[in-house]
């Protein structure tokens, strides 16, 4: 087992009882065939994706829905949990990195970083630790799938405090990153008939990595003959 230090209390958290009990409560096919959906919107709206990784990939109900999208892709997931990562490794088909997301560092760049349900629960202090993460692991594309809100805002989870935070995950990475512009987003509303309790009033963005510009210095200027 892979040694996991935390930095903050809610690391600790989903590593520990909690994040055992969250697997138990997050699991069937109903959930994976809601992701196939969302993920059907999003992966039209990209091209030539050979690698994804996931940010907090738990079991891997998402990486399964975009197996199927994308059937030839490298999938890798990074997981804080035993429990969670070990599950992962029966797929037999993903890449795992059992470690705090805070503590990882991109051995090579994907073309699709997936984030989903994740920074929700990141300690706002260190949230910009992990847009940066991010970012250097994206090739092209970075999906956010997270609660929205213009302010930043606390919510109580589950009888936990300091547990979910929500905000514009996505405007801030924006701003944040000048190379980065958006190419999509949507809305998944947790009373949606057609697959009941598969969403839960997620809003996702589609965020695509510029090509570097050549700064107007670097243009030779023709000389006189």
């Known amino acids: 087992m892979n040694s996991i230090s935390f930095r903050t209390e809610q690391e600790a958290f989903w590593a520990g009882e909690f994040g055992n009990d969250y697997i138990r409560r ?18 039209q709206r990209t091209r030539s ?7 907090g990939a738990n079991i891997g109900l998402n990486l399964r829905a975009l197996r199927q999208l994308l ?26 990195y059992q470690q705090s997301i805070l503590d990882f560092q991109p051995d090579f760049q994907r073309d699709l970083v997936l ?20 970012h250097a692991s994206s090739r092209r594309y970075i999906c956010l799938v997270e609660y929205y809100n213009p302010t930043p805002t606390e919510v109580r989870y ?14 801030e990475m924006l701003d ?4 980065l512009h958006l190419i999509g987003y949507g809305f998944k509303y947790h ?14 963005f589609l965020l695509e990595k ?11 200027v023709p000389q006189p003959l």
């Open 191 to 204: 009373r949606d008939p057609a697959f009941p309790g598969g969403h839960g009033d997620d809003s996702w």
């Open 26 to 43: 997050n699991n069937g096919a109903e959930l994976v065939a809601a992701n196939l959906a969302l993920f059907s919107e999003i992966i």
């Open 115 to 134: 984030i989903k349900g994740v920074l929700i629960h990141i300690a706002p202090e260190v949230l910009t630790d992990v847009y940066d993460r991010l």
């Open 158 to 171: 589950r009888g936990h405090e300091a547990r979910l935070f929500k905000r514009d995950f996505a405007g």
């Open 71 to 96: 059937p030839n892709s490298e999938l890798s997931a990074i997981e804080i949990n035993a429990a969670a990562a070990e599950a992962l490794r029966v797929t037999g088909d993903t890449r795992v």
């Open 176 to 179: 944040r990153f000048p190379d």
């Open 49 to 55: 994706i050979a690698s994804v990784i996931e940010f």
């Open 210 to 220: 510029s090509e570097p510009m050549i700064p107007p210095t670097a243009i030779p």
